[in-house]
């Protein structure tokens, strides 16, 4: 259950191409991928930094959890994700001490990783996922 590492610390922006240049030109990274993950009503541009990745997110419909996101709070960190060996029996664990879950077993997200969210309210206001291969 112990995560190995920060899979991605996701951010929602409101206009992916402008954040984009923002980490190409002023931070020097490279956006390696762009991908539309439709379940999740997000544009996903990705970005690798050591064992990190920053996933910047746009939303597709202003109904998804990222729009709504953006029309409250505004653009800024979504969500923090922890790679793990076996999502399924990081989120069992994490119901057994207590934890809300937004899911029970794991969705396929963003590059076909298994991903499940713990809700906000339970995880002292950090939206929490955690992925695996
Ligand atoms: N971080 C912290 N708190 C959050 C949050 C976030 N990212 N998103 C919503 N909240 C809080 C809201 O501020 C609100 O708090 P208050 O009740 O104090 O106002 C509360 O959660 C409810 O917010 P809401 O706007 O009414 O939204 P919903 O309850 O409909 O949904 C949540 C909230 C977290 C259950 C939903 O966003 C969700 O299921 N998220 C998981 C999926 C997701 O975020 N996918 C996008 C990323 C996909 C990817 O990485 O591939």
Redesign the pocket.
């Given at each position: 259950m112990k995560p190995t590492h920060v899979e991605?610390i996701?951010i929602?922006v409101a206009n992916l191409d402008e954040a984009i240049k923002y980490y190409e030109d002023v931070l020097g990274l490279e956006c390696y991928a762009i991908e539309e993950?439709a379940e999740?009503?997000?544009k996903?541009a990705f970005f690798q930094v050591g064992d990190t990745k920053i996933?910047l997110?746009e939303t597709t419909d202003p109904e998804?959890?990222?729009g709504?996101?953006v029309e409250?709070?505004g653009p800024g960190v979504?969500?923090i994700?922890f790679a793990v060996e076996c999502t399924d029996g990081a989120l069992k664990a994490a119901e057994e001490k207590g934890v809300s879950l937004?899911d029970k077993t794991h969705r396929i997200?963003?590059e076909s990783l298994k991903?499940g969210?713990l809700?906000?309210?339970s995880t002292f206001?950090?939206?929490t996922?955690f992925c695996s291969k």
């Open positions: 991605h996701g929602a993950v999740q009503k997000v996903v996933e997110l998804g959890p990222v709504k996101f409250k709070k979504h969500h994700a937004i997200g963003a991903i969210f809700h906000p309210k206001g950090v939206l996922e």
